[in-house]
T-cell receptor
Framework: NAGVTQTPKFRVLKTGQSMTLLCAQD?????MYWYRQDPGMGLRLIHYSVGEGTTAKGEVPDGYNVSRLKKQNFLLGLESAAPSQTSVYFC??????????????FGQGTRLTVV | GENVEQHPSTLSVQEGDSAVIKCTYS??????FPWYKQELGKRPQLIIDIRSNVGEKKDQRIAVTLNKTAKHFSLHITETQPEDSAVYFC???????????FGTGTRLTIIP
């Protein structure tokens, strides 16, 4: 059972380039989340999804887009990367919403550097 | 929306001593309070959680206490060991809320 898998693990982008981060979960979870982690700022929610075909904004959505075409996959896109988007990105999934006392399972993270 | 503050941001304790991390929240409707641990280079993982109808919950060397009146909850680690060194995150969530948002984290270092 792989759990939550993120692709790629590392990436270096030039300013203005675009890329897509893939998150895949094999636990049949309804909810999926994308976070960024920066030193001293904890885990900040970028976007999340409550089910296939749905997405919603989190705390820091600007500069990112997401799609959830299939229940098991949640894609995070950067259309025009900026140095401020240098960060470690984590994906997570949970069977139901956070407010129903459920555990979130995290991927291993993607370290993105924008130069 | 809910605003969670976490203190301290860094904490160093001697091995064997106790460590306490505190979180305060703003929304009195919040009723679920999980704690996640993130070891260096690893993914965050749930270590303990508490619901608002419980004042304290223990699991071996870790415990969480909740004061609903004061709107704060704390993580207590006793007899600390080197493997307790990590970043700890708290969260406060209202029933029915879909989002999982965290405090800013506490970096705990256990000094051998």
């Amino acid at each position: 059972n792989a759990g939550v898998t993120q692709t790629p693990k590392f990436r270096v982008l030039k300013t203005g380039q675009s890329m897509t981060l893939l998150c895949a979960q094999d636990m049949n979870h309804e909810y999926m989340y994308w976070y960024r982690q920066d030193p001293g700022m904890g885990l900040r929610l970028i976007h999340y999804s409550v089910g296939e075909g749905t997405t919603a904004k989190g705390e820091v959505p600007d500069g990112y887009n997401v799609s959830r075409l299939k229940k098991q996959n949640f894609l995070l896109g950067l259309e025009s990367a900026a140095p401020s988007q240098t960060s470690v990105y984590f994906c997570a999934s949970s069977p139901v919403g956070a407010g129903r006392n459920t555990e979130a399972f995290f991927g291993q993270g993607t370290r993105l550097t924008v130069v | 929306g809910e605003n969670v503050e976490q203190h301290p941001s860094t904490l160093s304790v001697q091995e064997g001593d106790s460590a306490v991390i505190k979180c305060t929240y703003s929304d009195s409707a919040s009723n679920y309070f999980p704690w996640y641990k993130q070891e260096l280079g690893k993914r965050p993982q749930l270590i303990i959680d508490i619901r608002s109808n419980v004042g304290e919950k223990k699991d071996q060397r870790i415990a969480v206490t909740l004061n609903k009146t004061a709107k704060h909850f704390s993580l207590h680690i006793t007899e600390t060991q080197p493997e307790d060194s990590a970043v700890y995150f708290c969260a406060a969530i209202q029933f029915g809320n879909e989002k999982l948002t965290f405090g800013t984290g506490t970096r705990l270092t256990i000094i051998p």
